[in-house]
């Protein structure tokens, strides 16, 4: 019997949504259960998946809060693309 979890952000797939909609969800769910049974012959019967919405707060990346560090990322792709690295 598998059981698959999947971590999503809590930030939709939208600017004015702050979650992941009902028939994504949905897809998610069809899409690995039939992953599972075409690799693995798995049935879809046997397969459990269940779906984690993490706050933005709640998880972080290179050592910051992933806030954080998509304001530092995004500041340094500016400098680069105008040419402002100092190094």
């Known amino acids: 019997m598998p059981i698959v979890t999947i971590q999503v952000t809590r930030e ?11 028939e994504e969800k949905a897809a998610l769910i ?21 779906i984690e919405e993490v706050d933005t707060e709640n998880w972080g990346w290179g050592g910051l809060p992933v806030l954080e560090y ?15 690295i100092n190094e």
């Open 30 to 50: 069809k899409g690995v259960s039939e992953l599972l049974l075409n690799v693995l012959n798995k049935p879809l019967e046997s397969t459990f998946v269940v």
């Open 12 to 22: 939709g797939t939208a600017s004015d949504r702050q979650t992941v909609s009902a």
């Open 70 to 84: 998509r304001q530092k990322l995004a500041a340094s792709l500016k400098a680069e693309s105008t040419g402002s």
